[in-house]
Each structure stands twice: as structure tokens, then as C-alpha cells.
């Protein structure tokens, strides 16, 4: 059974910044970060490979976000910076064992966390 915990949400102010974190449970896997608003639909955010050579953001954070991990500790982080409004949401980290043919696609993700709540503030 895969597990992913994320943690690292929070109530910040518009143009502040976060870390979220997210432990896999040993494996190393193929990751991306996706988000839901309310009365919205989970949205693709970022996605890391399996070395962490090749990152992909969506447009909407390029140059605000970024993603990287540490094997070593099968962890996975989004540092989020110069936060909005509009990037208050639900994020979740999500796991392929396989190179997904769409990072973008939550469908190519085999196992997801239960979410960490990030706030921002106007």
C-alpha cells in the first residue's frame, strides 16, 4: 500500500510564501502536485521525473512555484512563493509508478494524498 502524506499548509498573505511537503512511503515514484478550489475542478500545478532533471508547471504558477525532491528521504516539496488569492485551494502530491504519458492528466496518477488546505489571504 502506497502512502502519501503531505503536509505544510497554511493561512498566509497574498504575495507570501509556503512549502509544502510530500513523504511517499519509501518508493520512488514519478510525482505531481495538483489542487482543487471549491466548486472548481483538481487542477494540474507541477510535476517532477523520477530524477528530478525534468520539471513541468502549469502557466498559472510558472515563476511563483517550484518543484523539486529528495530521494534520499522520498519526500517531494512545492515551494510556493508571490502567493494569490486565486491560489487558495486544496493541494494534492500524486504518485505513477510509470512515466505518465500527460503529467497533467490526474488520470496517469496512480495514488494521491489526502490534501493539505493552503489559504491565501487578500
Known amino acids: 500500500q502506497v502512502q502519501l502524506v503531505e503536509s505544510g499548509g497554511g493561512l498566509v498573505q497574498t504575495g507570501g510564501s509556503l512549502r509544502l511537503s510530500c513523504a511517499s512511503s519509501?518508493?520512488?515514484?514519478?510525482m505531481g502536485w495538483f489542487r482543487q478550489a471549491p466548486g472548481k475542478e483538481r487542477e494540474f500545478v507541477a510535476a517532477i521525473s523520477w530524477s528530478g532533471s525534468s520539471t513541468y508547471y502549469a502557466d498559472s504558477v510558472k515563476g511563483r512555484f517550484t518543484i523539486s525532491r529528495d530521494n534520499a528521504k522520498s519526500t517531494v516539496y512545492l515551494q510556493m512563493s508571490s502567493l494569490k488569492p486565486e491560489d487558495t485551494a486544496e493541494y494534492y502530491c500524486?504518485?505513477?509508478?510509470?512515466?505518465?504519458?500527460?503529467?497533467?492528466?490526474?488520470?496517469?496518477?496512480?495514488?494521491w494524498g489526502q490534501g493539505t488546505q493552503v489559504t491565501v489571504s487578500s
Open positions: 519509501g518508493r520512488t515514484y514519478y
Open positions: 500524486a504518485a505513477s509508478p510509470y512515466t505518465p504519458a500527460d503529467y497533467a492528466s490526474e488520470r496517469r496518477y496512480a495514488y
